[in-house]
């Protein structure tokens, strides 16, 4: 949109957070539903440390996507402030993805995000990817036994490298996010220069972290 234009009728526009344990497949989910390579995408985990903002353009809706850090236990200084960011952009969110690795199935780490996500009220859907590697009678208990740990409004099965069930999950957050006009090239910008400052706070908290732990080696 343009401006000085009106806005669309039946415009929908939002902050998605796509948030999950470490190497659940977030950066790739970004990426394929952004239709670009915003994320570092690598078998190591821990490989996205700031809040990388994707924007899905869908008929009359904007979708501003936020990758996350891996939510995990922390145990360091750096840890707790990548835990930290990553809860951040939950917070900021209109809706949260919780994207889940199949096949490492309703692990530790993933049922304490499931049961903070329920414990803050936030609104919430389960993406289960990598599903292509899996068996279909095996992702029903798993599907069950996250369901139970928070309400999630809807349950998707994807593959974020295959692409299967992506369309289905884009159109869904096309629909699913609040209405309102489309963020136009102004103000992603400024938005953008928002999100950087935002980092900045973590950035140096990293970069300290980062130090400290050369210095004890």
């Known amino acids: 949109m343009t401006s000085g234009s009106s806005p669309v ?3 929908r526009c939002g902050f998605v957070a796509v948030a999950g344990a470490p190497n659940a497949g977030k950066s790739t989910l970004v990426n394929r539903l952004a239709g670009a390579k915003l994320s570092i995408v690598t078998p190591k985990a821990q490989t996205t440390r700031f809040r990388v903002l994707g924007i899905m353009l869908r008929g009359v809706s904007q979708v501003l996507l936020v990758d996350t850090p891996g939510i995990f236990t922390p145990r360091r200084r750096l840890d707790r402030a990548m835990v930290a960011a990553a809860w951040t952009g939950v917070r900021d969110a209109d809706l949260t993805l919780l994207l889940v690795d199949a ?13 903070t996500l329920a414990e803050q009220h936030r609104r919430s859907w389960l993406v289960l990817n990598k599903v292509d590697l899996m068996s279909a009678p095996k992702l029903l208990p798993l599907t069950a036994s996250l369901t139970a740990l928070a309400s999630f409004e809807k349950t998707f099965m994807v593959s974020a490298t295959t692409g299967d069930g992506i369309d289905q999950l884009a159109d ?12 136009g090239r102004g103000l992603r910008a400024a938005l953008a220069a928002k999100l ?7 950035e140096q908290e990293l970069a300290e972290a980062l130090n400290a732990a050369g210095a004890s080696q």
């Open 103 to 115: 096949r490492d199935g309703a692990s530790d780490a993933v049922r304490r995000i499931a049961s």
């Open 9 to 11: 009728a039946g415009s």
């Open 196 to 202: 950087d400052q935002r980092a900045s706070g973590r």
């Open 172 to 183: 869904a957050l096309a629909a699913g996010v609040p209405e309102g006009p489309a963020i």
